[in-house]
């Protein structure tokens, strides 16, 4: 009995990529703060590249604390997505066609998200990553950091529990 051919290596990321591509281009905000992710595998990271309309603090200068906590928050979601989304993915469960076409599954709400801001965000690219602790039927627990030049020293970090939407719709 012979194995099917495995799909070409390239046809794969191209999926990934479209699938991932829908679903940050689902969210208006993510390209009003103009925020991108990369993808290695199934981990993420997101990218927030510097721009002036960030800036909070001119006198430091310092980025804003709203657009660092919502440049985590949307790390989180979206890392806790596509969690779900690759699952889905790599099984079959999920048509790429129909994810093009905006069928995607919705998204988490937040239920808590508590930020803590370890220094001034510096007048650059933001990077963050975030980690899913616990994703279950109804419940997940993230936790994200946000780091500009060395990941070592994060700039803020954050903690967030959500509701996660039912698989059926």
Known sequence: MSRPTPEPVQVVKQRRDAALGALV?????IQFLGIRFERRGDELTGIMPYSDDLIGNPLLPALHGGATAAFL???SIITLSWANLWADLES???DIARI???ALPRLPKT???????LRSGL???AYARAFVNRSGRRYASVRVEAWQDNRARPFAQATAHFLMPSRDG
Do not use: K, Q, W
Request: glycine share 12%; hydrophobic share 30%; no cysteine.
């Open 73 to 75: 928050e949307i790390t």
């Open 92 to 94: 079959g469960a999920l």
């Open 111 to 117: 239920i808590d998200f508590t930020v803590d801001y």
């Open 123 to 125: 007048p650059r690219d």
């Open 100 to 102: 093009e076409d905006g």
């Open 25 to 29: 281009g689902s969210v208006p905000y």
